[in-house]
């Protein structure tokens, strides 16, 4: 089945340090692909997406490239700030439509 | 970007009563709701989907008589957990989805704890 693979936290960071989160999937056909960011206690909130090969979606500092050779979809920021810490979760839609989430990757990023 | 207000925030109830959860779309008509479980450092599980006049989908797993889902609108869907147990305890979160459009609008979420 679809199924989307993140690398494992937490991820400790100083600030203005680059940040890569790796994120793989497996899906058939030609998924979306999204990061969202969850701050504690509080639900998700859309950071980028992509939605065909090669397209790169970016906010915010963040980017991520659709790359369909090598089913990824990782996530950079070449510098990090105190705020950024929280938990970021990459994503794809099925062809079915569903959203389906990686295990979430913790980044805290100290001063 | 659209708004999804999801109430209440958080919920403490004892064993064996329901606690109802609402999600509404604020700013647009949502045809498509979903239903998440969190547990604590894990993923979101996809509990149902709902669509505004029918029944839900409910995922391998869920109980539909345990979590039952309404969504008698185009801006508001029901959980409501019915005979809540402590393992119930858990964050559920809400999403909500436009007609064509392939964006979904995530809700803060609901804390509920069951003693």
């Keep these: 089945g679809d199924s989307v693979t993140q690398m494992e936290g937490p991820v400790t960071l100083s600030e203005e340090a680059f940040l890569t989160i790796n994120c793989t999937y497996t899906a058939t056909g030609y998924p979306s692909l999204f990061w969202y960011v969850q701050y504690p206690g ?29 089913t990824s979809f990782h996530l950079e920021k070449g510098s990090v700030q105190v705020s950024d810490s929280a938990v970021y979760f990459c994503a794809l839609r099925n062809q079915g439509g569903k959203l389906i989430f990686g295990q979430g990757t913790e980044l805290s990023v100290k001063p | ?47 149902a989907t709902s669509n ?22 185009l801006t508001l869907s029901t959980l409501t957990v019915t005979s809540a ?6 964050f559920y979160i809400c999403s909500a989805q436009a007609p064509g459009n392939t964006e979904a609008f995530f809700g803060q979420g609901t804390r509920l704890t069951v003693v």
């Design chain 1, 42 to 70: 509080e639900g998700l909130q859309l950071l980028l997406k992509a939605t065909k090969a090669d397209d790169k979606g970016s906010n915010k500092g963040f980017e991520a490239t659709y790359r369909k050779e090598t």
């Design chain 2, 1 to 47: 970007g659209a708004v999804v207000s999801q109430h209440p925030s958080w919920v403490i109830c004892k064993s064996g009563t329901s606690v109802k959860i609402e999600c509404r779309s604020l700013d647009f008509q949502a045809t498509t709701m979903f239903w998440y479980r969190q547990f604590p450092k894990q993923s979101l599980m996809l509990m």
């Design chain 2, 52 to 73: 505004e006049g029918s029944k839900a989908t409910y995922e391998q797993g869920v109980e539909k008589d345990k979590f039952l889902i309404n969504h008698a609108s």
């Design chain 2, 85 to 90: 147990h402590p393992e119930d305890s858990s």
